[in-house]
Nanobody, 127 residues
Framework: QVHLVESGGGLVQAGGSLRLSCAAS????????LGWFRQAPGKSREFVAT????????AAAPSVKGRFTISRDNAKNTVYLQMNSLKPEDTAVYYC????????????????????WGQGTQVTVSS
């Protein structure tokens, strides 16, 4: 079983930056494709960014493209989400997700593409 633990959330002013981390354990990290999703109050969970097992394929939602960057450090079994130019509408609980049921260069962009989830970390952006 995979165990995912997010950290790095907090309160930040609009225009500021945060870096979220997600530490994984339980299985070989290089076998995971990883993703970040978020859920704002009263809304459904939505895709934010994804990175393939190879680390060479990434994708981001249009709402965050150019502001958020996903990366992974296989030596630390950790995936990151660097968030810049934050906006109040980025306020949400951010979740890390993983799956091994994909090819080396695949990077799922839907919830159904992932099998394991973290508990989430709160990000609040004040205006």
């Amino acid at each position: 079983q995979v165990h995912l633990v997010e950290s790095g959330g907090g309160l930040v002013q609009a225009g500021g930056s945060l870096r979220l981390s997600c530490a994984a354990s339980g299985r070989t990290f290089t076998n995971f494709a990883l993703g970040w999703f978020r859920q704002a109050p009263g809304k459904s969970r939505e895709f934010v960014a994804t990175i393939s097992r190879s680390g060479t394929v990434t994708a981001a939602a249009p709402s965050v493209k150019g502001r958020f960057t996903i990366s992974r450090d296989n030596a630390k079994n950790t995936v990151y989400l660097q968030m810049n130019s934050l906006k109040p509408e980025d306020t949400a609980v951010y979740y890390c997700a993983s799956t091994t049921a994909v090819g080396y260069y695949s990077s799922p962009t839907t919830e159904r593409g992932y099998t394991d989830w973290g508990q989430g970390t709160q990000v609040t952006v004040s205006s």
